[in-house]
C-alpha cells in the first residue's frame, strides 16, 4: 500500500465565530481537498453555549474530523490523543476502500469477523506509525482566549513530542485569528517540531473578532501554496484521499 | 473527565442486560459497571456461572487492537501478563453494532487502595512482583505504555499484583499508544514518547512516589528537581529514593535492573535499614561507576598504544637518517 501524507486542522477555540464564512461550509471544502478538520473547544470555568458546542461539532462533522470540549487542564492531553484519532479514522477509511477494491461490494473492515479484523487493524496501526503528517494548527486569539493561551502553548509543544515519538515525518504550521492586521496571521511556517513556539507565543497579543471561517480558508490555502511549490521541484505529493461517504 | 457524550450513551447498558454476539453466539448477562475510559466500559457480567469481565466500545478500532496485544500475550507461556482472553464478538443493537470483549475477570482492590488498607510495607513487594510482570512483557517486544494505579489491580490471597487494561501496550520502537500525564516521562520533560522498556521504568518510579502522595501534585518547575524534592519529602520514599530516581533518569535498562536494586532493599529489616540503605546506594550506584572505570582503562589504553606507535615511528626515523648519513 502506498503511504502518502496525511493533512490536519487542528482548530483550537473556545467559542463562536462571528465574521465571514461560514466555517462548518469551510470545513466541508476542506474535506473535499482531503484535509481533515479537527476541533478542540477549550473551557476554563465558563460554558461554551449551544450555539458554539453546535458549531464545534458541526465543524468537525464537516470537516471529517474529531471533535473534543475540554477544560483547559486536560488540553494537553487532549490535543495529542484528538489527532491521533482523527489519523487511524483516515487510514481506516484507505484500508477501508482497498478492502471494497479486494472484496468488492460495499464491505468495510466492521463487517469482517473479528479475526481479520484484527489482521486488518495491524496495518492500520503500522500506517498510523509511519505515514507522514501534516498538521496545521489555529489557535482563535479572540479576547476571550487570552489567559488560556500559556496551556495552548503547553499542548502543541506536548503534541510534537507525541506525534515525533512516531517513525514517520511531522510537519507543524500554526496560525492565528485574528491577527495583527489581517484576520488571520502566520505564526510560524512549515517545521519539524514546535520548539521555536515558546519564544513567538509570550508577543502574541489577544482582541477583537472570531473570523473562524476565514481562517480555515486561509489554512487551505496555505496546503495549497505548499502543494505547488512541491510541484515546482517536481516531487509527487501523493495525498490520502478520503472521498465524501 | 472527558467529554464523550456518544461513547457513554452508546454502549452504556443496565445491569441484567443479556449481550448476545453475532458471530460466536455466547450470551452474557450483565452485573454491574466496574468502570470505563476514554476507550470504553467495562462490566462484569455472568456467563454460564462464570464470572467475566467484559468491554465494550463503539470505536471497534480500540476493541480490535487491544485484542490483538491480549492475543499476542496468550503466546506467551504461562505468564500473567495482562488478563487472559475469552471471547470476541460484536452485539447487534437497535441504535447500531457494538464491538466487545470478555477476559478473565480480576477481582481486588487497586494498588493505591491496597496499600492504603495494609500500610506502606506492601509497595516494595508489589512494585517488585510488578516489575517481574515488566520484564517478561518487555522481553515479548511490549511496553506496557498505561502504566498507572488504576490500571493495577492487587488479587489474593496469597496477594499478587496484576495489569488490566492494555489500551496503552505498545510494540517496542512505536509511539506510545495511550498514556496518564502524571505517570508520563515526556509530561516530566525526562524524555520521549518511544516506547521502551525505561519508559514503562519512569512510569513505575513515578507510581511509588504516588503512594506516598496519593493525590498526586502538580507540575511546578515540572523537571526532575522537582520530583526529586518531593521524594526528600516523605520518609516512607527515602527508603526507596537511589531506584527511583535512577528510574526517573532513565538508568535502568531493564526492568530486571530495577528488580534487583529494589529487592536489595526490600530485604533489609527495619532494624538494618540504615545500613540496608547504604548497601543500596552501592547497590544502585556500580552501572554507571563501572562504565566510568572502563571507559578510563579504555583511554589509559589508547594513550598507550599511542605512545608505543610514536615510538617505533621516531625509531624508524632515525634509522633512516642514519642509513642516508652513511
Known sequence: MKTGTLKQILLITDGCSNQGEDPVAMAALAKEQGITVNVIGVMEQDVIDEQGMNEIEGIAMSGGGVSQVVYSQQLSQTVQMVTRKA??????????????????????????????????????????????????????????????????????????????????????????????????????????????????????????????????????????????????????????????? | MMMNHSLKSQCKVNPGTVIEGKWHRNRYTIIKELGYGANGIVYLAKNQNQQVALKMSDNGMSITSEVNVLKSFAKVQGSALGPSLLDVDDWDRRSGKVSFYVMEYIQGPDLLTFIQQKGSSWTGVLIVQLLNDLDSLHKTGWVFGDLKPDNLI?????????????????????????????????????????????????????????????????????????????????????????????????????????????????????????????????????????????????????????????????????????????
Open chain 2, 154 to 326: 492487587v488479587t489474593g490471597p496469597p496477594s499478587k499484583i496484576r495489569t488490566i487494561d492494555v489500551g496503552g501496550t505498545t510494540i517496542q520502537g512505536r509511539a506510545i499508544k495511550e498514556f496518564t500525564e502524571f505517570y508520563d516521562r515526556g509530561y516530566w520533560g525526562l524524555g520521549t514518547r518511544k516506547a521502551d522498556p525505561a519508559y514503562d521504568l519512569f512510569a513505575a518510579a513515578m507510581i511509588i512516589i504516588n503512594t506516598a502522595y496519593p493525590k498526586r501534585f502538580a507540575k511546578t518547575t515540572g523537571d526532575f528537581k522537582q520530583l526529586k524534592m518531593m521524594v526528600r519529602q516523605k520518609k516512607e520514599l527515602l527508603k526507596y529514593e537511589d531506584v527511583i530516581l535512577n528510574a526517573l533518569q532513565g538508568h535502568y535498562s531493564s526492568a530486571g535492573e530495577m528488580r534487583n536494586d529494589m529487592l536489595q532493599l526490600t530485604r533489609s529489616n527495619p532494624v538494618q535499614r540504615s545500613t540496608g540503605n547504604r548497601n543500596a546506594g552501592q547497590k544502585a550506584g556500580p552501572q554507571p561507576a563501572s562504565r566510568q572505570v572502563y571507559r578510563q582503562k579504555k583511554q589509559k589504553g589508547s594513550i598507550f598504544e599511542t605512545l608505543l606507535i610514536t615510538l617505533i615511528v621516531t625509531l624508524l626515523y632515525f634509522l633512516y637518517i642514519y642509513g642516508q648519513l652513511l
Open chain 1, 87 to 245: 489519523m487511524t479514522q483516515t487510514l481506516q477509511g484507505v484500508v477501508n476502500k482497498e478492502l471494497q477494491q479486494i472484496l468488492g461490494g460495499s464491505k468495510t473492515m466492521e463487517d469482517l469477523p473479528p479475526d481479520q479484523r484484527g489482521e486488518v487493524m495491524e496495518v492500520v496501526d503500522e500506517l498510523g506509525e509511519t505515514v507522514e503528517l501534516e498538521v496545521l494548527v489555529l489557535v482563535d486569539t479572540s479576547a476571550s482566549m487570552k489567559h488560556k493561551l500559556p496551556t495552548v502553548k503547553e499542548a502543541l509543544l506536548d503534541l510534537s513530542l507525541s506525534l515525533n515519538a512516531r517513525s514517520g515525518d511531522n510537519r507543524f504550521s500554526v496560525f492565528v485569528f485574528p491577527g495583527k492586521k489581517k484576520d488571520v496571521e502566520k505564526l510560524l511556517d512549515w517545521t519539524p517540531n514546535l520548539e521555536s513556539l515558546t519564544s513567538i507565543f509570550s508577543k502574541l497579543t489577544t482582541g477583537g473578532i472570531t473570523p473562524t471561517g476565514p481562517a480555515i480558508q486561509e489554512a487551505l490555502n496555505h496546503f495549497k501554496k505548499k502543494r505547488s511549490l512541491r510541484s515546482l521541484l517536481s516531487r509527487d505529493d501523493e495525498s490520502f484521499f478520503e472521498e465524501s461517504v
